[in-house]
């Protein structure tokens, strides 16, 4: 059993940055694969990014390509999601999730993911 505490979310301008964290309890939380995923009001959840167990490999949204980065820190049992150049349609909740499929494959497939956290809002003024 993992838990998910997601923080950093809030309002910010167009163009600007937010780094969202998500502490993960347990301690096999290099187990594993981590995303994030956002849901716009209206809208199915959507995938975001996501990093495998060891950090080494990185998936991302094309939408969110370029400007947002995911990182692991497994000795602190969290991961990061450090957002830039922010536009209003990136305005939604988002996500933690931790997957313990092994293949990387599904690493977009949120029926994939077997925890999730409970959300924090970032909100994109224009």
């Known amino acids: 059993q993992v838990q998910l505490v997601e923080s950093g979310g809030g309002l910010v301008q167009a163009g600007g940055s937010l780094r969202l964290s998500c502490a993960a309890s347990?301690?096999?939380?290099?187990?594993?694969?981590m995303g994030w995923f956002r849901q716009r009001p209206g809208k199915e959840r959507e995938f975001v990014a996501a990093?495998?167990?060891?950090?080494?490999?990185?998936y991302y949204a094309d939408s969110v390509k370029g400007r947002f980065s995911i990182s692991r820190d497994n000795a602190k049992n969290t991961v990061y999601l450090q957002m830039s150049s922010l536009r209003p349609e990136d305005t939604a909740a988002y996500y933690c999730?931790?997957?313990?499929?092994?293949?990387?494959?599904?690493?977009?497939?949120?029926?994939?993911?077997?925890?999730w956290g409970q959300g924090t809002q970032i909100t994109v003024s224009s």
């Open positions: 999730a931790a997957s313990l499929v092994v293949s990387d494959t599904y690493y977009s497939d949120p029926s994939k993911y077997n925890y």
């Open positions: 990093v495998s167990r060891s950090g080494s490999s990185t």
């Open positions: 347990g301690r096999t939380f290099s187990s594993y694969r």
